[in-house]
């Protein structure tokens, strides 16, 4: 059974391996994509890129678990763990979401200007190193899909 990844955010999708962190551009956590959020001081939401139960919500980060036993690890920017203050919580660990339920919201340029990667990691966890098929590349908005395992 495949499982379609959608994005969680608009903006660029980059392959793993571009991402500035080795936990994730090697894959060590799973295959995935990474979207580079836009240019802006604006909020960006973050929202469910499928349907699950939150199994862990940090203000950073959030794992949702499909009713099929697939877990999906989102981690909002690089090196951005305890810096509370960049991000606004919109769920709660336990909730069932369904696709499109906002997760996070955060301003892509407040974490840059702390020196940090915005970059978000959207990552199958525990699935083999180049196995998320169908990858977007480029421009995407927040729905589309982003790839399939």
Do not use: C, W
């Not at 994730?24 to 994509?33: C, Q």
């Not at 240019?39 to 139960?53: E, L």
């Not at 090196?79 to 339920?101: H, M, N, P, S, Y």
């Not at 919201?105 to 180049?130: C, E, I, K, Q």
């Amino acid at each position: 059974m495949s499982t379609r990844v959608l994005a969680p955010l608009p903006g660029t999708a980059i392959p793993l391996s571009e991402v500035p962190d080795p936990v994730f551009s090697a894959e060590m956590v799973g295959a995935g994509v990474a979207i580079e959020p836009p240019d802006t001081d604006a909020d960006v939401t973050v929202v469910a890129p499928i349907a699950g139960t939150i199994v862990k919500l940090h203000p950073h980060a959030a794992v949702i678990l499909s009713d099929t036993g697939t877990g999906v690890l989102l981690h909002v920017g690089i090196d951005t763990v305890g810096k509370t203050e960049l991000f606004r919580v919109r769920a709660a660990e336990g909730d069932r979401v369904e696709i499109g339920q906002p997760l996070v919201t955060f301003s892509p340029n407040a974490v840059r200007r702390m020196g940090l990667s915005a970059v978000v990691p959207v990552v199958v966890m525990d699935t083999a190193p180049g196995s998320a098929r169908d990858a977007a590349t480029g421009t995407v908005e927040t729905g589309a899909v982003l790839y399939t395992i």
